[in-house]
C-alpha cells in the first residue's frame, strides 16, 4: 500500500470541492461544464482508489462508464451552448433570462 | 522503485492536481481555465497509474484529455467569449459558492475518519465481498486490463452496450441541436 486510503479519499473531496466551488460560482457556462469535470474526475479517482484498495476491478469499471457519460454529456452540453450562443451571443448565465417570467 | 519515491511522486501529483484545479476554476480566460484543467487531467491519469488502474489512466489520457477537452477547447474558440474578459468572473453570489464548497470538503474530510476508513472498511468489505483480505496489497490488481477486458466482455456486457447507446443518443442529440436551421417555405 503506497499511501493511505484516506488520503486518496481526501484528495478526492478536495477536488470535488473545487469543482462545487467552480459551477457555483463561474458565470460562463462553458466553465460550469469544465467544473462537472473536475467533480466528475473527483469521483473517478475515488472510485480507482476504492478499486486498488479492495483489488476488485469493478471500480475502474464504474469509472469508465462515468467517462463515457460524461462524454455524452459534454457533447449535448456543447451543442446546447451552440445553441444558445446562435440567439443570444456570448456564454454569459446570466442572460439567460427568457424562460423566468 | 522504492516505496519512499513512489509516496513522492504521489504527493506532487496531489499537490500538483489541487492547485491546477484551482487555477483552472479561477482563471479568467477561458482557454488558460481549459489548459490548467488539461493539466490537472493529466496528473490526475498519473495517479490512477500509481493505483494500479493502467487502462483508466490511457482513457483518461485518451478520451478526456485527447478528445472532451479539445472538443471543449473548440467550443471556446468557436464562440466570440472576448466580452468574457471585461465581465467579473464570479457572480455576486461567490462566497456562498466557496462555503458550499469548503463545507462539502469539511464534510468529506470529517467523514472519512468515522469509519477508519484503512482498517475497518477493508475487513468488512472482504467479508462481505468474499474478497480475501492480503489482495489489498498494492499490486493486487496485476494485469488489470485483462480482468477489466474479461468484466466488460462478461458481466458487464448489457452496460457496456447501454453506454454505446447512450453514446449514440448524445451524438444524434448534439446534432439536432447544433445544426443551423434553414427557415423554408
Redesign the interface.
Known amino acids: ?28 457556462i ?2 460550469m ?3 462537472i ?2 467533480m466528475l ?1 473527483a469521483v ?2 475515488s472510485l ?2 476504492f ?8 471500480g ?2 464504474l ?3 462515468v ?10 452540453g ?6 444558445l ?2 440567439n443570444k ?4 448565465v ?1 442572460d439567460l433570462t427568457q424562460l423566468k417570467w | 522503485m522504492t516505496l519512499l519515491s513512489i509516496q513522492t511522486i504521489f504527493y506532487y501529483l496531489a499537490a500538483a492536481s489541487v492547485a491546477s484545479a484551482l487555477l483552472g476554476v479561477t482563471r479568467k480566460n477561458p482557454v488558460h481555465s481549459m489548459l490548467w484543467v488539461l493539466a490537472l487531467f493529466l496528473h490526475v491519469a498519473g495517479i490512477f497509474l500509481l493505483l494500479g488502474a493502467e487502462f483508466l489512466a490511457a482513457v483518461q489520457v485518451i478520451v478526456y484529455a485527447g478528445a472532451i477537452l479539445i472538443f471543449y477547447l473548440f467550443v471556446v474558440m468557436l464562440l466570440d467569449l472576448s466580452g468574457e474578459l471585461t465581465r467579473p468572473r464570479f457572480g455576486r453570489h461567490w462566497p456562498f459558492a466557496a462555503l458550499a464548497g469548503l463545507s462539502f470538503v469539511a464534510l468529506a474530510w470529517f467523514s472519512r475518519f468515522v469509519d477508519s476508513v484503512d482498517g475497518r472498511l477493508a475487513s468488512t468489505e472482504a467479508v462481505a465481498t468474499g474478497i480475501p483480505e492480503s489482495s489489498t496489497d498494492a499490486g493486487a490488481l496485476q494485469g488489470s486490463v485483462a480482468e477489466i477486458g474479461k468484466a466488460l466482455f462478461g458481466p458487464f456486457a448489457l452496460p457496456f452496450e447501454m453506454a454505446s447507446l447512450v453514446l449514440l443518443a448524445a451524438i444524434v442529440g448534439a446534432v439536432v441541436l447544433a445544426r443551423k436551421r434553414i427557415v423554408g417555405p
Open positions: 500500500m503506497i499511501v493511505p486510503m484516506s488520503v486518496v479519499l481526501g484528495l478526492s473531496a478536495v477536488l470535488f470541492g473545487i469543482g462545487l466551488f467552480g459551477f457555483l460560482a463561474r458565470r460562463n462553458i466553465l461544464f469544465v467544473s469535470e473536475v474526475n473517478n479517482l480507482a482508489g478499486s486498488w484498495h479492495l483489488g476488485d476491478p469493478r475502474q469499471i469509472a469508465l462508464f467517462i463515457a457519460v460524461a462524454a455524452a454529456e459534454a457533447g449535448i456543447l451543442g446546447l451552448v451552440i445553441a450562443n446562435r451571443p456570448g456564454a454569459g446570466a
